[in-house]
């Protein structure tokens, strides 16, 4: 059951269903906008999937191509923001923190470690995302990349991009009346209501 009325207990649901997300793959908070600042100063937003939440580290954690702008926004920490929205239960959670990408190291490392095998394949091809191409397909992976049997190939370009969390907000949406809280991090989470 969501709670609506108790910002400890919300709190405490927020990084349980964020941890959830993070190993259920119907989780609908899985799948998140991240939101970074390009060089330019200009707004940028995705979608990243997240594979790890931890609320004793106030961390959440996804992957990403280390060639990729996510990697260049983020450099060896800047601010974020992502939004999380679960449509079945018209929950929002908005998540503001540092992040932080990880290539070539042990978090990476460890993280390339958990990546189901197959799932590694992406981060072998040779164009890196975004680069331009003639046709659309020689972006994709050869057969080859596909069938080879060295899954570790590929680790060089992949970054795991940690993000330690400052705020969280959340957002329940109700006929009864929504509602709306922000906790936070002051060597812990202070709550407070906010107007919908």
């Known amino acids: 059951m969501v709670p609506d009325d108790d910002l400890a207990a919300i709190s405490r649901f927020a990084w349980t269903e964020l941890e959830r997300a993070a190993r259920d793959r119907d989780s609908l908070f899985r799948h998140a906008q991240l939101a970074t600042v390009d060089q330019h100063g200009l707004p940028r937003v995705r979608t990243v999937i997240l594979r790890c939440a931890d609320a004793a580290r106030r961390e959440i954690g996804f992957h990403t191509d280390r060639r990729s ?35 070539g190291d042990a978090r990476a490392a460890d993280a390339w470690a958990e990546l189901y095998p197959p799932l590694r394949t992406p981060y072998r091809r040779d164009r890196a995302p975004g680069e331009p191409l003639d046709d659309p397909a020689s972006g994709d992976p050869t057969s080859a990349m596909r069938e080879a049997m060295d899954w570790d190939a590929g680790f060089d370009n992949f970054a795991f991009v940690a993000v330690r969390v400052d705020q969280l907000e959340w957002l329940q949406l109700r006929q009864a009346g929504h509602r709306r809280a922000r906790f936070e991090w002051n060597g812990r989470w202070d709550g407070s209501w906010l107007a919908p």
């Open 69 to 103: 702008a996510k990697v260049a926004e983020t450099g060896s920490t800047a601010a974020v923001a992502l939004v999380a929205y679960d449509r079945a239960r018209s929950l929002q959670i908005r998540l503001l923190g540092q992040a932080e990408a990880h290539t």
